[in-house]
């Protein structure tokens, strides 16, 4: 078994001269980079007090799903021999909140709309993605259910 090794630093940017001397008195951004990659600018979503200008943790997560399943589709296409030439998504995910104020992720919903070259590859393209999906590293990270609503058209 090959274990493979992954690092993000994340510097905390949101001081605004007080520190957290209270909930509302500190900035909720951030910048995430790793080595060699442009860097992230973060934030918490804005229904908790952060910049709807940047990325927060919930849609970094939905966009990680997203991406894994792209990747994981493409090369089950390219080994069955289906030729993909387009492949966009509309993820979306519920995010559950709890009476103590914390909360978790309850589902996914990836829509990836993939567009083949023939159309005697369309039925096949539609089945790699239950494919797909057990190879993505990341939904089988997670601790809720990925739901996959997929469409195919023929170029």
């Known amino acids: ?10 510097r905390w940017t949101g001081d605004r ?9 500190y900035g909720r951004d951030l910048v995430l980079s790793a080595e060699g990659k ?4 973060g934030s918490a979503a804005r229904a908790f007090h952060g910049d709807a200008d940047r990325w927060n943790p919930e849609e970094l997560l939905l966009a ?14 390219a080994s069955a021999g289906v030729v993909v ?8 995910c519920t995010l559950e909140r709890d009476d103590a104020g ?3 992720i309850t589902s996914a919903t990836l829509r990836p709309r993939v567009v083949v070259r023939d159309a005697s590859m369309a039925e096949r ?3 790699l993605h239950a494919e797909a999906a057990r190879s993505c590293f ?18």
């Open 102 to 104: 914390g909360g978790r």
């Open 125 to 127: 393209a539609a089945e």
């Open 138 to 155: 990341v939904a089988a990270s997670v601790a809720f259910t990925v739901h996959h609503e997929p469409t195919t058209t023929v170029a």
């Open 17 to 25: 001269g007080v520190g957290t001397t209270s909930y509302r008195a």
């Open 1 to 10: 078994m090959l274990d493979h090794r992954f690092t993000v630093d994340l």
């Open 38 to 41: 442009h860097a992230i600018e």
């Open 64 to 77: 990680a799903l997203a991406e894994c399943h792209l990747l994981s589709y493409l090369y089950v296409a």
């Open 85 to 92: 030439v387009g492949y966009e998504d509309a993820a979306s």
